[in-house]
């Protein structure tokens, strides 16, 4: 596997600017195939917000599931909302997770592994964070 960082406004974007990546390095390939190949490539997108404080907080955390009918298939797993902010003008908010069971979670499986365990992580609700 491997990481990268892609600068884009939101998780869908992100796709978007890859295949400007592709288009602007003079590569000779079609849009549709470029797309077939950045779906098959990219499994996870995180997104990170820079806040108005200047803070960077993790916002949503997207699942690349393929092609449909020629665009990408993009479900969300966690997503942040900020309702609100403190006292000191800091944004306040919660992570949710949206109850989207990842297909990642499926092809583990397939190693042998028991994701059974991992289910409850993804159902719908609010996500109490902690402090450390």
Do not use: C, W
């Not at 796709?15 to 592709?22: H, K, T, V």
């Not at 993009?74 to 949710?96: A, Q, T, W």
């Amino acid at each position: 596997g491997s990481m990268s960082t892609v600068h884009a406004n939101d998780t869908r974007e992100t796709l978007d600017r890859l295949e400007l990546m592709i288009a602007l390095a003079g590569v000779d390939l079609p849009p549709r195939i470029a797309r077939q190949y950045i779906a098959n490539a990219i499994d996870i997108v995180i997104h990170v917000t820079r806040l108005h404080t200047g803070e960077r907080r993790i916002t949503r955390i997207s699942e690349v599931s393929g092609l449909k009918d020629g665009e990408y298939r993009m479900d969300d797993i966690f997503v942040y909302r900020i309702n609100g902010e403190d006292k000191d003008g800091h944004p306040v908010g919660s992570f949710f997770a949206t109850g989207y069971q990842p297909v990642a979670l499926r092809r583990l499986a397939l190693t042998g592994a028991n994701i059974e365990q991992y289910r409850p992580l993804f159902e719908a609700r609010e996500l109490k964070m902690t402090k450390n």
